[in-house]
């Protein structure tokens, strides 16, 4: 019993610190039931809608290993917990408003994620939400998992399955241009319904005329841990003009924005509603990247540009040595999600010798290229 109250007391303050913040209103994430995947696919899949409502503006997220220590401590075992009754028994052990659980199924070629939201106190179901996808699993995780989360907690998404299709009418190479704080003039392209940035970003201030500092030496480099930056590739100017400036994740997110006005840095599902409006992770990499050996290496694989969008290597700053590579052999542009935490951002990669797309997180530290989109 003394157990019990210690934990309590021990979660009551763990929110009461976060809401100090902002208030919002505390919910658990149950292991989904997996019918037909593996075990740990599904763990990965229920961690990827952890991390989805970690960043929502309605919720404060208990994190897995705190919510397992509680529940392994009362002696609850989590799995195959999908009734109603066992969610409002666990969200009660770890004393949280609200708590989800489901599963997640495979019937032939066809996944089905299906969610409920429970309000523990009052032992009813707020919300549920089902979507069925078929496809490569991978899917789930970069579309479906994004987009249920949205639906289960009632907020909006960027972008339906079936509004891709209908955009694959819009014609690519529409082109126009938008100017940053320092003059800069970009050309912009539309692509389905977003409008993008069809150039690397090089503005050396933020939005409000504060500069953003420039780092020179690896040294420096590997000793800013925190805050914007930016850098040009070896330091040579000449790359600017080609390849436009390389930054730090910080920047991304900075309340003075470094984005033109009226435009941003895009959201990992920005950047995920383009890469599906363009056929996918294994071809869109090809249609972004600009065409032939001029800026690319030798095979440039599957490089047509027929989005318009003239993707360029332009390289990256590593963050623990300071020193540059990949000019010419891969680029990287940063996403304004964060990935756990905000020390962390989601990126987009292109590499010489590949045609398809890598989404993956890299701490803030890096030195990546900026584009931008246009704000809804």
């Known amino acids: ?45 229920t961690d990827r809608l952890r991390n989805e409502l970690f ?13 397992e220590e509680i529940l392994v401590e009362q002696g609850f075992q989590q799995s195959g917990c999908t009734s109603n009754e066992c969610l409002v028994e666990a969200g009660k052990l770890i004393n949280v408003k609200h708590i989800i659980g489901g599963s997640v199924g495979k019937v032939g070629q066809t996944y089905t994620v299906s969610l409920r939201m429970i309000d523990v106190e009052k032992g009813k179901i707020i ?15 970069t579309f479906v ?43 912009i392209i539309k692509i389905g319904s977003q ?15 504060d500069a953003i500092p420039i780092i020179k030496d690896d ?10 930056a930016y850098c040009v590739y070896e330091n040579d100017y000449e790359n600017i003009l080609k390849y436009g400036l390389l930054y730090n994740g910080w920047v991304v997110n900075d309340k003075r924005k470094i984005a033109p006005e009226g435009w941003h840095v895009p959201s990992e599902p920005e950047w995920r509603m383009l890469i599906d409006f363009l056929g996918g992770n294994e071809k869109a990499g090809g249609r972004l990247k600009d065409q032939g050996l001029k800026y690319w290496s030798y095979p440039n694989t599957g490089a047509s ?6 993707a360029l290597p332009s390289g990256q700053r590593h963050p623990s040595r300071g020193f540059f590579n990949g000019l010419k052999m891969h680029g990287g542009w940063w996403s304004s999600t964060p990935y756990y935490s905000e020390k962390r951002l989601w990126f987009l990669e292109l590499n010489y010798n590949q045609a398809n797309i890598r989404m993956d997180a890299y701490h803030n530290n890096n030195g990546f290229s900026i584009r931008c989109v246009k704000d809804y």
């Not at 303050?13 to 919910?27: A, G, H």
């Not at 919300?127 to 995780?141: E, F, H, P, R």
């Not at 993008?196 to 970003?201: D, P, Q, Y």
């Not at 540009?305 to 003239?310: A, E, K, L």
Request: glycine share 6%.
């Open 1 to 45: 019993m003394q157990l019990m109250k210690t934990t309590l007391l021990s979660i009551c303050s763990y929110f009461i610190l976060t809401s100090f913040q902002i208030e919002k209103i505390p919910i658990a994430i149950i292991d989904l039931d997996a019918n037909g995947i593996s075990i740990s696919e599904v763990k990965t899949l």
């Open 55 to 67: 960043y929502s503006k309605k919720f404060q997220v208990l994190e897995r290993e705190k919510m």
């Open 127 to 141: 919300s549920i939400a089902t979507q069925d996808y078929k496809g490569q699993i991978d899917g789930l995780l």
């Open 145 to 187: 998992i994004p987009k249920i989360s949205k639906e289960i907690t009632g907020e909006s998404f960027v972008v339906t399955k079936k509004e891709i299709k209908k955009e694959k009418n819009i014609n690519y190479n529409n082109t126009e241009s938008v100017t940053d704080i320092d003059g800069n003039v970009y050309k």
């Open 195 to 209: 409008w993008w940035m069809a150039e690397n970003l090089k503005v050396t201030h933020y939005r409000n005329g």
């Open 219 to 228: 040294e420096d480099w590997i000793n800013h841990k925190i805050g914007g």
């Open 305 to 310: 540009n027929n989005s318009g969008f003239t």
